[in-house]
Nanobody, 124 residues
Framework: QVQLVESGGGLVQAGGSLRLSCAAS????????MGWFRQAPGKEREFVAA????????NYADSVKGRFTISRDNAKNTSYLQMNNLNTVDTAAYCC?????????????????WGQGTQVTVSS
């Protein structure tokens, strides 16, 4: 199995940027496709982005396309989520997750391993 720890969340003004990191330990990182999900208060967990094991393929929710970029560095056992042009609707707790399925997985039940989450708050 793999253990995941997120970092990089915080408070940012609308239009600003943040980069989230997800550090993995345990089983070989490159074995897993990685995803990012978010959950705002009172709302369901929402798929944000996913990346294939090699990093060559990515998948995004329509709401973040063109603004967010997912990447990974298998040598550093880390996945990243670069978030640009943030707006208030992006405010949520963001979690990274690992799946031994493919990067096309968008349902949270398809991800077996989760980090504890990092809060992103966007002010107007």
């Amino acid at each position: 199995q793999v253990q995941l720890v997120e970092s990089g969340g915080g408070l940012v003004q609308a239009g600003g940027s943040l980069r989230l990191s997800c550090a993995a330990s345990g089983r070989t990182f490159s074995y897993y496709a990685m995803g990012w999900f978010r959950q705002a208060p009172g709302k369901e967990r929402e798929f944000v982005a996913a990346i294939s094991r090699s990093g060559r393929n990515t998948n995004y929710a329509d709401s973040v396309k063109g603004r967010f970029t997912i990447s990974r560095d298998n040598a550093k056992n880390t996945s990243y989520l670069q978030m640009n042009n943030l707006n208030t609707v992006d405010t949520a707790a963001y979690c990274c997750a690992a799946t031994d399925g493919g990067y096309s997985n968008t349902r949270y039940r398809e991800y077996a391993y989760w980090g504890q989450g990092t809060q992103v708050t966007v002010s107007s």
